[in-house]
């Protein structure tokens, strides 16, 4: 079981890279779809040709993975570009860490709906967790600057249902007698169905034109790897806790990891405006992540 939570927390480490991609390109205002397109694209090749095992990629379980995964790349796409619309006109820790707190969503699913246990210490987890949220998001919602412009509240809580819905998709295979995930593919699948999103998106941009920004590509390359390490270890940690009955924890415990990660890089460098109440915010969210797993 310990190993489990092992792989749940050094993938939350991983996953703070693209969250600070997110930040850098928001501060700097340019297209994150350029990052985001050959993030998914790149990781979906590398899992291709490194992790898949196409001799059991055509099975009945693979179908059945890929059932809820390629949704799940669709949901997480949105909810990335959600949050990049947040951060634009936002405090970037406190949209960073609405949205990070979807992590609470596939661990009510998993009790509600799945028939796992919750112990004192998770449920008093996902109080500090939706606390922090609320505390975190106070001090921007009430500011001067941004009492006539609180859209940004609006696209971080998106983000935060869109990752929520992913990761609970993501979640559901390992709950089921599907024969398992013999070609490997849940990760390359996930990525799948983000890169068909992205390239529709790119395709037909609507009112936004599409920029590519060699300085996102490159940084989407670094991630694209980052991602596979990450999801890989994701789905180990998935299967060992659901051994357990404790699945739902695993989102939880990764991107407490996370927050604490991104809250690092926000007060070394971004220099933005911060408040007691939004440190309070991150420390209750990432005390509540790491409670959620006892």
């Not at 709906?113 to 109080?127: D, K, R, Y």
């Not at 398992?180 to 390239?199: E, H, K, N």
Request: net charge positive.
């Amino acid at each position: 079981m310990f190993s489990g939570f092992l792989y749940a927390f050094s993938a939350g480490c991983f996953w703070s890279c693209s969250g600070i991609i997110n930040s850098l390109s928001a501060r700097f205002k340019l297209d994150v779809r350029s990052y985001l397109l050959v993030n998914v694209m790149l990781t979906a090749v590398i899992c291709a040709v490194f992790m898949v095992r196409w001799e059991n990629f055509f099975t009945a379980a693979t179908a059945f993975s890929a059932y809820f995964m390629l949704p799940a790349g669709i949901f997480n796409a949105c909810g990335a570009l959600a949050l990049q619309r947040a951060l634009r006109t936002g405090n970037h820790a406190a949209a960073f860490l609405i949205s990070q707190s979807a992590m609470v969503l596939p661990f009510l699913s998993s009790v509600l709906f799945l028939g796992e246990n919750i112990s004192p210490e998770s449920f008093c987890g996902i109080v500090l967790i939706f606390a922090g949220m609320l505390v975190s998001s106070l001090p921007e919602l009430c500011s001067r600057e941004t009492k006539n412009d609180r859209s940004w509240f609006i696209y971080a809580l998106a983000a935060f249902v869109l990752l929520g819905v992913s990761q609970i998709l993501m979640s559901l295979p390992s709950h089921f007698d599907n024969g398992g995930d013999p070609a490997q593919a849940r990760t390359f699948l996930v990525y799948c169905g983000g890169t068909v999103f992205f390239l529709t998106v790119i395709i037909f941009p609507g009112k936004e034109k599409f920029r590519f920004s060699k300085i996102l590509a490159a940084g989407g390359v670094v991630t694209g790897i980052f991602n596979t390490i990450s999801m890989t270890m994701i789905f180990k940690a998935l299967d060992i806790l659901a051994e357990h009955n404790l699945s739902g924890l695993v989102f939880s415990s990764a991107i407490a990891a996370s927050l604490v990660v991104f809250w690092l890089y926000a007060m070394l460098t971004i220099k933005e405006r911060r408040s007691f109440r939004q440190f309070a915010g991150i420390i209750f969210t990432a005390a509540g992540g790491i409670l959620t797993s006892f």
